[in-house]
């Protein structure tokens, strides 16, 4: 069903491509071949095939598509890239799958392939175990650029690979077909299977062959083992080409000069003493020598004080493409900006404080080559944080206030410095609406010269510092200040030792008049006793004087004498 639709899609796609020319016949017969058509290689080792195809001339071909079939015991797909393809245009990517042994793809172009050696795509393969393993086509078409999408496909050619040296097929290998590049011909594909070697091409003026280049003068080196007797080498832009098989001699280097544009591949095959050729070593460069094309930057600036800026650009390389930008304001902060950070060629430039600015937009190829515009634009709002008010002398541990402006809703943070630029207070605080600031020190400072300084970050998120820090002196205190304190603590201390004397003493003396007084009580009470006793002997001393009262009780009457010796 996907292959249909697909199939439908590409049918009109060409139909539409080609109804703006003048319809012709498709003359020729078109081809889609694997190349290499054949190739050794150990179980584990990676190598990669192309899908190439030969338009057949006439008007050309704009789309093509293909089923491709392998044996998933003997290989594995790892990628299938159409990066190098001559088809700009797919319904879908390429696919594999290494369970059923498929690969399917569909692509097509704005314009007709007339060439006889068009990259569609490329399979990187993984060897798993001896074997001959066949890649083959199971479907395929390629329609004509002639207005009716006529099926031009004549032939789909197939290819074998050896395995661990052994072959397992009863088929032979088929030869590989030649491209049309002037190193190629009928001749110079050798009908015996090649001998295999383990030589790597590198280049130090294009040492990743996924990377583009500004250098356009490409060089190649290998190291020759024993069992080579002479090289053939090619350069151009198919992947798949083999050097005839005519001797250069033993090259361990080549290089090109002045090569144009876009993606090269460097092959390089091998002969051994008996005469047999290598299938080719190949090495692709990628070159880009011209810088982005001529653009503009537009500034928008943000809303509100010290807003964000918006900066619109977009630069175009129809090479390499354009890989990054680099924007530098005011020619000392340069950030790097990945495509990715351009949304629809806008870009939201880093917190910037107000005033004038001055941004330089530099486009960066993936050559490293670059253009470059420029744009002035100014910012309103306060520049820059400040400290309007503060005592230049202060007495020590007395509160200390400080005051300034910074940008309205910023973040401010207020140091205070000792003469080692220590930090000995800090304070953060917000800046109003009309962005003043306040920041109170209530315990006050040693004695000791200070330095103060304030910064501030903005709502948006750009920071600044204070140029000009101000300087603070803290003296001692005089001596009632410094000593005011003991001795008002010395003079309470004395009148609350005197009042608790006083209350002492006052304790004292009503403890010792009431002792007092209870013995006066006591003593009286004794008194009043013994005189009231004196009173009753003296009045019985008297009855007995008088003798009534004595003879009444029958006693006998007392004379003066016995009753003065009594008292007595």
């Known amino acids: 069903m996907m292959k249909g639709f697909a199939r439908f899609v590409l049918l009109s796609f060409a139909l539409e491509a080609a109804a703006f020319s003048i319809p012709a016949h498709a003359a020729g017969s078109a081809s889609l071949s694997i190349i290499p058509a054949t190739g050794s290689h150990a179980p584990g080792s ?66 007709a392939y007339t060439g006889s050696s068009g990259d569609v795509i490329d399979i990187t393969f993984k060897a798993l175990k001896a074997g001959s393993a066949d890649v083959k086509f199971t479907s395929g078409s390629a329609l004509a650029a002639d207005g009716q999408g006529t099926d031009v496909l004549g032939s789909k050619n197939s290819a074998t690979f050896t395995i661990g040296g052994a072959s397992v097929s009863s088929n032979p290998a088929p030869t590989p077909t030649p491209t049309a590049t002037p190193d190629n011909s009928a001749s110079a594909v ?59 001699g033993l090259l361990s ?15 390089v095959r091998f002969e051994d003493s008996l005469g047999d050729w290598s299938d080719p070593v190949n090495y692709g460069v990628r070159i880009d ?22 900066l619109v650009f977009n630069a175009t390389d129809t090479v390499s493409g354009v890989d990054h930008y680099v924007a530098t304001f005011d020619g000392v902060s340069s950030t790097t900006i990945a495509l990715s950070d351009v949304q629809s060629g806008v870009y939201t430039a880093p917190p910037l404080l107000p005033g004038k600015h001055l941004v330089n937009i530099k486009a960066v190829d993936k050559a490293g080559n670059s253009s470059e515009a420029n744009a002035a634009f100014e910012l309103q ?27 309205s809703g910023s973040n401010v943070t207020v140091d205070i410095n000792d003469a080692g630029n220590k930090v000995v207070s800090e304070g953060k605080m917000v800046a109003d609406e009309t962005g003043h600031w306040l920041y109170a020190v209530e315990g006050g400072l040693s004695t000791g010269k200070y330095s103060l300084g304030v910064s501030m970050v903005t709502v948006q998120g750009a920071s ?29 201390a004395c009148i609350g030792g005197l009042v608790t004397f006083g209350f002492y003493k006052k304790k004292l003396i009503e403890m010792q008049f ?7 009580e006591e003593a009286r009470e004794k008194a009043k006793a013994v005189f009231e006793a004196l009173r009753e002997e003296v009045d019985d001393q008297i009855s007995h004087m008088e003798g009534g009262a004595a003879q009444a009780q029958g006693e006998v009457k007392l004379e003066p004498e016995q009753v003065l010796d009594a008292m007595r």
């Open 190 to 248: 050798a009908a015996a299977p090649p001998f295999t070697v383990s030589i790597a091409v590198t280049s130090a003026t294009h040492p990743d062959p996924t990377q583009w280049y500004a250098n356009n003068n490409p060089v190649f080196t290998w190291q020759l083992t024993s069992d080579i007797a002479s090289v053939s080498t090619a350069f151009d832009r198919n992947p798949g080409t083999y050097p005839r098989r005519s001797s250069e």
């Open 46 to 111: 990676i190598f990669t095939a192309s899908v190439m195809l030969d338009s057949g001339g006439g008007v050309g071909v704009n789309a093509a598509d293909g089923d491709l079939a392998f044996d998933p015991s003997l290989l594995a797909v790892q990628s299938v890239s159409k990066a190098n393809s001559v088809f700009n245009l797919w319904v879908a990517d390429p696919t594999f799958s290494n369970t059923d042994g498929s690969v399917t793809f569909s692509g097509g172009s704005t314009s």
């Open 514 to 520: 009431a002792l007092a007084k209870r013995e006066n």
């Open 381 to 407: 709002g306060v520049a820059m944080p400040n400290i309007t008010n503060f005592p230049a002398t202060v007495i020590e541990k007395s509160p200390i206030v400080l005051e300034g402006i910074a940008d």
């Open 289 to 310: 020598d011209t810088p982005p094309g001529p653009f503009t930057v537009n500034v928008e600036t943000g809303a509100g004080v010290s807003g964000r800026t918006l």
């Open 464 to 492: 600044a510092s204070s140029t000009m820090k101000g300087a603070m002196d803290v003296i001692p205190a005089p001596f009632l200040d410094r000593f005011g304190l003991v001795l008002i603590v010395i003079l309470l």
């Open 253 to 267: 280097t080549k290089q090109y000069s002045n090569i144009g544009e876009g993606t090269w591949y460097f092959h």
